[in-house]
């Protein structure tokens, strides 16, 4: 008796990358500018400067020039998405 086993057994289910606006979850760096996150939100950057003085997005300053920074977990938390979805 030889032991057949089915070839799809051991394919691992994936599930399909969530996306943002056609950008995959996963590929988004740790850290976003202002631009990416806009573009991410359709909103201007102006938008997502005052929402960070707003304290609904808080940013993260880098350098002596205080250019900003956003956290992926912020933006996806924002937008009601949980990493691990």
Do not use: C, F, H
């Not at 057949?4 to 051991?10: A, R, Y």
Request: aromatic share 4%; no cysteine; glycine share 8%.
């Amino acid at each position: 008796m030889t032991d057949q086993t089915n070839p799809q057994d051991n394919l691992v289910e994936q599930k399909p990358a969530k996306k943002i606006n056609g950008v995959s979850i996963e590929n988004l760096p740790d850290l976003l500018t202002v631009a990416e996150v806009a573009d991410l939100l359709r909103v201007s950057k102006l938008t997502i400067k005052r929402w960070g003085k707003r304290g609904k997005l808080p940013a993260i300053r880098i350098n002596a020039r205080g250019d900003r920074r956003y956290r992926k977990e912020a933006v996806l938390w924002l937008l009601g998405i949980q990493q691990g979805e």
